[in-house]
């Protein structure tokens, strides 16, 4: 069965924190994405990437920062985290053409 | 970004009862897809829809590609208590790059048993 691994489920990190949120799937698609999810706001693209290395900013990419070393991971980063970044963050992966594979997300609260 | 829009926003319905939601957009769209999401999890694809027109059942579940490319339906048949999540539509857009699809804002579904 084809996957999408978030590393957290939970997260609870302070203000100022760097936090990574690390992202793998196992179906070597191309495109693979990064969306927060808050009530009310539905499902935002923060970052995505085409290709390893490559990386496009979404609709709300202030205050975070992507890496995609290999083609199986894709890296979340909070530069300096802070309390409105307290959400639930969601990874997805696709090919060209077809949708996407989520992962169960992780839910991150900073303090 | 772009939003498709999706209705209704919430739905409160006694078991057993048929479901309906829809997404309509402004642009055309190639691929229409339907995901549901259950509390705390990540959405899962219900159902994939390719071409105007067509017409695809999961079980319970049937969905439609609009004829005009704009819109798409799902449905749900004699809902049961395990159908409450939040329900997705998802297009991609003629013409976009790299698969970036286009999400509706979701319409919660609580169904008393």
């Known amino acids: 069965d084809v996957k999408v691994t978030q590393s957290s489920r939970y997260l609870v990190k302070r203000t100022g924190e760097k936090v990574f949120l690390e992202c793998v799937q196992d179906?070597?698609?191309?495109?693979m994405f990064w969306y927060r999810q808050d009530p009310g706001l539905g499902l935002r693209l923060i970052y995505f990437?085409?290709?390893?290395?490559?990386?496009e900013k979404g609709d709300i990419p202030e205050g975070y920062s992507v890496s995609r070393e290999k083609k199986e991971r894709f890296s979340l980063i909070l530069e300096s985290a802070s309390t409105n970044q307290t959400s639930m963050y969601l990874c997805?992966?696709?090919?060209?053409?077809?949708?996407?594979?989520f992962g169960s997300g992780t839910r991150l609260t900073v303090v | 970004g772009q939003q498709l829009n999706q209705s209704p926003q919430s739905m409160f319905i006694q078991e057993g009862e048929d479901v309906s939601m829809n997404c309509t957009s402004s642009?055309?769209?190639?691929?229409w897809l339907w995901y549901k999401q259950d509390p705390g999890e990540g959405p899962v694809l219900l159902i994939a829809?390719?071409?105007?027109?067509e017409l695809t059942s999961n079980g319970r579940l049937t969905a439609q590609f609009g004829i005009t490319r704009k819109d798409s339906f799902l449905n749900i048949s004699a809902s049961i208590p395990s159908d409450v999540g939040i329900y997705f539509c998802?297009?991609?857009?003629?013409?976009?790059?790299?698969?970036?699809?286009?999400f509706g804002q979701g319409t919660i579904l609580t169904v008393h048993p």
């Open positions: 990437s085409y290709d390893v290395k490559m990386k």
């Open positions: 642009s055309i769209f190639n691929t």
């Open positions: 179906m070597d698609h191309e495109n």
């Open positions: 998802a297009g991609l857009p003629v013409g976009t790059s790299y698969g970036k699809l286009t």
């Open positions: 829809l390719y071409k105007a027109g």
């Open positions: 997805a992966s696709s090919s060209r053409g077809e949708g996407y594979t």
